[in-house]
């Protein structure tokens, strides 16, 4: 009975998703595919999973797919969705952004991270489009000012909320809380968007305009290493010495959460099996052996790029994951914090480790103390930061 019944639910989910609607509106989902088996599907099937994408990119694409194609009598399914907003800056919406938009008619976007809504507790944005290909040069589009200043007694009268339904129909009106304007559509093939409303969009066009990209003067940027089997590599400096491992073969640990108010916070160490540029030999090492050797099983069959293990590829099994040893060749290393409300670059002097959660900025080789504060000092500025906030 259970088959038969699970038969006959399949049949009636595949019969009402086979259709095509005169209006399709929802809410999806805000997360990620955990299961890499469905992600991959996912995958498969939509072409705007990107990255470790968020399930806003299929169901965007679904969406509009549920909805009426264009008819002979030029009538089309139309489309309404409230999702998270992380697609318009972070990586993983770029395809959704700069392959599947443009093809679709996308009628406004409408920014209500500042709105008070039930439930919601991530920052959100409201789409809605028609089942047709792109049928204007604009997007009336709805920008973020000022959100609601406490929790409204009733949502529906929140003034944010209030002042989305009152502006959105009245292009060029601006309140204390939006602004409302009809913006080329062409912008929104771009990735980031910036909706930000009070003039920031047109602040970032005039910081863009005069900027130099840091990779100009930047010999290299990105993730330092990762262990991939942090319970074994990291502990207190102590617990390192005790077992005979000493020198070079500890480093200091950064990582993104000790990075705060332009300092980092000292006391995280790691082993570090290398010495002048390449991995030592732990048969050499009787204080690494001591201390990698009762975990060798666990490193031993860490996964790998190829989805094999280290034994099963070979690999010395007392190394890191991943490592860009090239990166030690200068002391001086401005870093950050991966994940953080503001910015925190600072320099470091040398000695140090760097983990994925603090990535780092490396300059010209010849590169002084005065080249790098000069840069700490853009990248920690209130402009920075206002730009970083419009694009990450």
Known sequence: ???????????????????????????????????????????????????????????????????????????????????????????????????????????????TAGAYIPGHGTPTAILFGQSRPPASEVVRVVMGIKGEPSTPAN??????????????????????????????????????????????SELRDAIEGEWSTLKRIADEIGIFGMTNADEVMLAPKHAFQRQGVEGDLIRELVVGDAVRDWSHQHGQYCAFPYRNGTLCSIDHEPGLMRWFWPYRTVLGNRATFSKDTYFGEGRPWWEWHQIGLRR?????????????????????????????????????????????????????????????????
């Open 155 to 200: 949502p529906a009268n929140g003034i944010v909320w209030r002042a989305i339904i009152e502006q959105i129909d009245v292009c060029g009106s601006e309140s204390t809380w939006i602004s409302v304007a009809d913006l080329e559509r062409t912008i929104f093939s771009r990735h980031p968007w910036s909706i930000g409303g009070g003039g920031v």
């Open 1 to 111: 009975y259970r088959h038969a019944f699970a038969a006959e639910d399949l049949a009636a989910t595949n019969q009402i998703l086979a259709r095509k609607y005169a209006a399709v509106v929802g809410n999806p989902p805000y997360i990620a595919v955990k299961d890499r088996a469905v992600s991959a599907l996912y995958r498969e099937r939509f072409s705007s999973c990107h990255g470790k994408y968020a399930l806003v990119a299929p169901f965007c694409e679904r969406f509009w797919a549920l909805a009426k194609p264009l008819d002979r009598t030029l009538r089309a399914g139309f489309v309404g969705l409230i999702v998270g907003n992380a697609f318009m800056k972070r990586s993983f919406g770029k395809k959704l952004v700069q392959v599947f938009f443009p093809t679709v008619h996308v009628t406004h976007v409408i920014d």
């Open 328 to 392: 030690l060749a200068t002391p001086l290393t401005i870093t950050l914090a991966f994940v953080a409300t503001h910015n925190h670059f600072i320099l470091d002097r040398g000695g140090s480790v760097f983990n994925r959660s603090a990535p780092i900025v490396k300059l010209k080789s010849d590169a002084g103390d005065d080249e790098h504060f000069g840069i700490l000092g853009l990248l920690n500025s209130s402009t920075a930061c206002f730009w970083f906030k419009q694009v990450l």
